[in-house]
Each structure stands twice: as C-alpha cells, then as structure tokens.
C-alpha cells in the first residue's frame, strides 16, 4: 500500500488523479486535466478500426447500463440489440461484423479483500468491442481475440511482461459453454484488470425476439444465431492501470506513458547563451509547434521553456519528464544558422541532432510506428 500512496502522491503532483488510498483502493477519485486528456486519448484510439472486420458505432451512449451480477447480462442491453438491427438493416446482414457500444453505469461500492488494485468511483465508462462470429468458428476467434488484445496493452507498456490472462471461467446454460476472462497487469502494488472478454453464444440466453440478432451464414447459406465474443474494459480503471505502470516502468520522476496516448507528446525549448532571446528564435518556434501540430502531435510551446539560463532549462526538461512527454525539441543559437537541433528523449534523456527540415517525417515516423 505504501508504493501505492507514493505512487498517487505523484500522479497528484504531475496533474493526472488525485485520491486517498485504503487498502489497495483508491478512493474519491478525481482526474485532473492531464488525467482528462489522457481518458479523451485512451477512448480515441479505442475508436479507431484496426480490425480486420466491418466495425460498426452502437446508437447513442447507454446511460443508464444495468450491470448485475451475471457478468453475461450485456447481451440483453437494448442499445446492443438496436445497433445490430440497424446495421442488418441498412449495412449488411452477414457474419462477421463488429459493433462498439459506450456504456456509463454506476459502479457498486468497491469492497476489497484481496491485493486486486481497484478504484472506487461512483460511475465508470465501459468501451466495449462485440464481435459477432458464426458458431463454427467462435471458439477459434475467442482465442485470437485473447491473444490480439494481450499484445495490444502489451505495446503501451514499457514492461510487457507484466500483461497476463486469468484462468479461463467457464458455465454450462442449456447445453451451452459461457466463458469469460481477464487481462490482467502485474504491478509492485498488486494486481489490476485491465480488460475481460466474453464468450456467449446467443442461442443459450433465452432471449426475447432472439430472431432479431439472427444473420446469415454466408457458407451455410442459411440464417443463424451468432457467437457474440465481447472484449470491455472500464476507461477510468484501465487509464490508473496505464499510470501505475508507467511510474513502475520508468526512471524516478518520469512517466513512461506511451507516446501514442499520451496528453502531449512533444514540447519546444529554445536555449541561447546571449541575456537576450532572439525574435528569430521565438518565431521558429512557433512555426515548428505549427507545423508538428498539423501533424496531429499534440505539442507544448512554453515561454517558461525559452530560457538562457541552463539550470532553468534542465529544471523545464524534468518538468516535461513528470508529466510523461516523450520527445523535446531544444533549438539553440546555432539552429538559426545551420538549422540543427536537438530531439531529446524522455526514455534515454539523450539527444540526438536532426535538421529543421526533417522533423516533420521524422516525427511521423516516430508516432505512428
């Protein structure tokens, strides 16, 4: 518990979460601005298809998602059974395809026994990814799932190792299997779910109206109850889970976040011996903030990072470190005549030299690999 207080403590400081800590639980919850922009991060990447399968949005948020005990209940929620009809309707009526539905519910009190890390927060945003299979090939796809979606939390992690699945859960309705599991990260504080993943074949829940998820088998030329395999995870958890694990993934006073979701992902210093900063300097900033933010890089452009005082520069480097910032541009005295700089890194703190007219492919390179 006591790596878990520090462990808070800082994600505080660098504007991220603040709470209080009780037995492997963090409670009153609240993110903080960075902590916001890293949730908005976390759910865009989520909504880009990187699926091999049609991927369809749900129809609207479900606002009021009922979640019982019956971790299989999600396949009786409305918004789900709309969204399938629409797109039978007006997109297509074959297997396999792919719905996505957002969820707000009110989470029950968390009460911890264990040396689970969980967070108490009153509502939660569950992101889901429905797949619907054919019953002949849904075992096969369950397992790919598993593994595709281990090795997706595994590439936001400095310390890949740390991603496990649990024990395969396993229940028998009306000659039918049900399965579910979790993805799970293993943390010095304890461990945490990240994601589970369902397995439920329609044809065993009993459904009203079951006819409506019906849709064709495009090699038995015939209607059939599809397979629904349901990969979730609830945003707010699984953004403390990335946090946690880039502090424990990273030297001291530096976060580790992927650069892909992280709140800003590169910061512009210039740095000149003379007491007085050139117009020139502050005006090639600015215009390679511009042009880096085109690029869809979210940037920081700080007068406080303009500076001829060396301590003050090392002091703003460290600040960028905090709050998880992988990439910093330093323009010095001689960029203005040879157009070099310097690209620090967060990981390494080294700095490598580039030409003003490679950053933009370089940084490209960089982010979307």
Known sequence: ME???KSLEFLTKSGFIKGLVE???IKNIKFLPLGTTLLDNIRNEWHKNKEELNSYPAIGIDEDFKRDSNKFSFIRSHTLRESLLHVKNHFQNDLPLIIKTENLFSAPRVVNDDETIQIDIPRETVLATNYFFTPSVALEKFY???RERKICWMKYSSNP???YLSDLVTEEVGGHKLQSLKIKSKLDSGDM?????HFVPIAAMGLENESDFAMKDSRLLRD???TCIRSEFKLETTACALLLDSIESSRENTLAINRKIVPYQCGIFCYVEDNIMPSDMTDLSTHISNVIRKLGISALNLQKCHTNNPITLNTELCQMDRIGVPYCIILESETLRTGLMKLRSRDTTLSETIHITDVSNYLQKIFNS
Do not use: A, F
């Open 193 to 197: 779910e990240v994601e589970e993943i």
């Open 23 to 25: 037995k492997n639980t």
């Open 224 to 226: 059939v109850l599809p």
């Open 161 to 163: 190792s740390r991603y």
């Open 144 to 146: 790919h799932i598993q």
């Open 3 to 5: 790596n878990l207080t």
